[in-house]
């Protein structure tokens, strides 16, 4: 005996849920920007509510459009978008050594600096991935570490901890 597809018509409850969340965060983040103080020179015209109050209205049509969607039986595809068996078993031993790679990283950045935790910590996600090539991951890590400590450091003005290599960076 085969199973029918259910009947979506009316839409699943648990979109409803995800529509009445985007038009909360829509109403919050509207709320919010009118209570900013109206701050306009001559560099900034406009001031600062009209982004966020834009995004609050998108973040409004976005639920509201979605709750039409849903009640005229849009649904997406289950798994439809990523190529992974849901009849799997987790895998623990990777879950585990990506939060160790993470855990580590917090207890040392602050101790060692961004560029050694960083570097370990891309290695350690490397390795628990599957990447078996020691030398080369840490090469990259290293390479990546630097590359965003300098991007943070220049590009965006905000200093990551240099740690044990401070003076040297």
Known sequence: MTSQPQDLRGGDRAQYGVCAFLALV???????????????????????????ILL???????????????????HGQA?????????SPV?????????????????????????????????????ALGSRHHVRNLVIAAGLSLATFYGFAIGLGVNLPAGVLQGIL
Request: proline share 5%.
């Open 91 to 127: 895998d623990w031993r990777t879950v585990l050594l990506l939060i160790a790679a993470f855990v580590v990283n917090i207890v040392l950045i602050d101790r060692l600096g961004w560029v050694i935790s960083g570097a370990l910590l891309f290695w350690g996600s490397a390795y």
């Open 79 to 87: 798994e439809a978008g990523e190529d992974i068996d849901p009849t």
């Open 26 to 52: 829509g109403v919050l983040v509207i709320m919010d920007a009118a209570r900013l103080q109206d701050v306009a020179t001559s560099n900034d015209p406009i001031g600062p509510k009209p982004v966020p």
């Open 56 to 74: 609050g209205a998108l973040l409004l049509l976005v639920a509201a459009l979605y709750a039409v969607d849903v009640a005229r039986g849009g």
